[in-house]
């Protein structure tokens, strides 16, 4: 499938939110009101299926049929409970979250700690799934540049991540979203591998904290905001940003290493994007300064980086390489 917010064969989108646009996906979607019921939310989130599972068996010999087979005891392959469509080739001891899980915690949580579910919904197909619910809580890190709390919970049918709690937030002016750890990443994130069997509490113990979480956030960022960064401090940042691993340390590297970065369509777009060109890139304290560096950054992963669709932007930017550019930039920043 073209996009990454799944689909079904009817035109039905499996998501849903309280906002009519939202700001990663241009598909249509169900739009929920402040006092949809949990079975509504499922239902229009597309989570009202459940993951089965079932041995691997292959074939021995050609035309033998069910008598050529064999079977990978150790292996299982899930799939939905609607389509049978295939989700995931994963050991025998891989622990299933069934997506009405997912909501179930978040809707659990936002009731007791007050918080407001805003949106949920699968992609690939159901090979992942979230929710996102806003803590409530906002502030200005600089006069104009408004952030707002979020709290995201999602997990993969394919073995390819954790069932995964953790804070961010979203920059207004531009819809950027951030990791709120800003270089603490134990204390705003929560994982449950697939092989242990999903707890909520485990996960309710760390991040039932969110408040504070939102304070050092803001914390954090004021000190971004008081850091000034040049023009020429953000191009180096920028090239050990998108440096790749291969190269190591890149004082060692080579000019001809450093044009291949420098000349990239990131490279470009990051600086463009910190020297004013990014959406409240001239407010006072931002401008020139090491926030407005981390949110050129996050810009850039958010609405510019390539992908094939705004949906794989999104995903990017929560779980992927997106995920790990603003990770890295934080790391920089706070070094």
């Given at each position: ?11 039905f ?5 309280t906002?009519?646009?939202w ?17 509504e ?15 691997v068996?292959?074939?021995t010999q050609?035309g033998?049929?069910?008598d050529?087979?064999?079977?990978m ?14 989700l ?13 899980q997912?909501?179930d ?9 007050g918080f407001?579910?805003?949106?949920a919904?699968?992609?690939?197909g ?5 929710s996102l619910?806003?803590?409530?809580d ?15 919970l999602?997990?993969?049918t ?15 002016v531009?819809n950027?979203t ?6 603490n990443k134990h ?26 979480q ?13 850091k000034?960064v ?6 180096e ?16 590297a080579t ?7 420098t ?13 004013g060109?990014?959406?409240g890139?001239?407010?006072d304290g931002?401008?020139?300064?090491a926030?407005?560096?981390l949110?050129?950054v996050?810009?850039?992963a958010d ?10 932007r999104m995903?990017s930017?929560w ?5 790990e ?7 920089l920043l706070t070094?």
């Open positions: 499938m073209a996009d990454a917010i799944t689909i079904r064969s009817n035109g989108a499996e998501m849903a939110s906002k009519a646009e700001h990663h996906s241009h598909t249509n979607h169900a739009i929920m009101t402040a006092d949809a019921t949990r079975e939310w499922i239902a229009a989130a597309g989570m009202d299926w459940r993951i089965q599972r079932s041995k068996r292959y074939a050609a033998q049929g069910f050529g087979f064999a079977e005891p150790e292996m299982h392959v899930l799939m939905r409970s609607d389509t049978k469509a295939p995931g080739l994963v050991s025998d001891k891989f622990k299933v979250v069934q997506p009405a997912v909501f915690w978040m809707h659990d949580l936002t009731e007791s700690a407001k579910m805003e949106t919904g699968t992609l690939f159901g090979k992942k799934f979230w619910a806003s803590i409530g906002d502030c200005e890190i600089v006069p104009g540049d408004k952030v707002g709390g979020y709290l995201l999602s997990t993969a394919d073995g390819s991540m954790a069932t995964t709690g953790q804070f961010t937030t979203v920059r207004v531009c950027n951030l990791t709120m750890a800003l270089g204390e705003t994130r929560a994982k449950i591998s697939h092989r242990s069997t999903f707890n909520p509490d485990t996960m309710k113990a760390k991040l039932g904290m969110a408040h504070e939102f304070a050092h956030f803001k914390h954090a960022a004021l000190k971004l905001a008081n000034a040049s023009r020429s401090d953000a191009a940042l920028a090239l050990r940003l998108l440096a790749p691993k291969s190269l190591g340390d890149i004082s060692h000019e001809s290493d450093i044009l291949k970065v000349e990239s369509r990131g490279y470009g777009s990051i600086m463009a994007l910190f020297e060109q990014g959406k890139a001239l407010l931002v401008n020139g300064t926030w407005g560096f949110n050129a996050t810009e850039y609405h510019h980086a390539r992908t094939t669709s705004a949906e794989h995903q930017a779980f992927g390489a997106g995920a550019l603003k990770e890295k930039a934080v790391d070094a």
